[in-house]
């Protein structure tokens, strides 16, 4: 009986930790996708930023953390609508493709 309210306990506050994680990390992205298209004059669609992929990577010492990639759409003018994608290593920016705009830009 212990053994379960344990297990119960720890995966909440899994699932707390996750989420409060994931919320940060989209905060970042839409920051992220801010500044670049200010960078490249380009006017970011905010409610687009949705992250569309998480997986597991490794950190140089070896420990595993979320790697998300995040999908925006911006407006570069006239009907052009065009797609980013954003990928957070962690809270590190790893990359990012700006469609029509950039190459594909590795970070570091």
């Given at each position: 009986?212990?053994?379960n309210s344990?297990?119960?306990?720890?995966?909440l506050?899994?699932?707390v930790?996750?989420?409060?994680?994931?919320?940060?990390?989209?905060?970042?992205?839409v920051s992220?996708?801010?500044?670049?298209?200010?960078?490249?004059?380009?006017q970011?669609?905010?409610?687009?930023?949705?992250q569309?992929?998480?997986?597991?990577?490794?950190?140089?010492?070896?420990?595993?953390?979320?790697?998300r990639?995040?999908?925006f759409?911006?407006?570069?003018?006239g009907d052009n609508?065009a797609?980013?994608v954003?990928?957070?290593?962690?809270?590190?920016?790893e990359?990012?493709?700006?469609?029509?705009?950039?190459?594909?830009?590795?970070?570091?």
């Amino acid at each position: 009986m212990m053994a379960n309210s344990l297990f119960l306990l720890i995966l909440l506050a899994a699932i707390v930790w996750y989420w409060f994680d994931s919320q940060r990390s989209h905060e970042k992205a839409v920051s992220i996708c801010r500044k670049l298209c200010q960078q490249y004059e380009l006017q970011l669609l905010d409610d687009t930023v949705v992250q569309r992929k998480l997986g597991l990577s490794r950190r140089a010492d070896g420990w595993l953390q979320l790697k998300r990639t995040y999908f925006f759409e911006f407006f570069a003018g006239g009907d052009n609508r065009a797609e980013g994608v954003l990928v957070l290593n962690g809270e590190r920016l790893e990359m990012f493709e700006l469609s029509n705009h950039t190459e594909r830009t590795f970070i570091g």
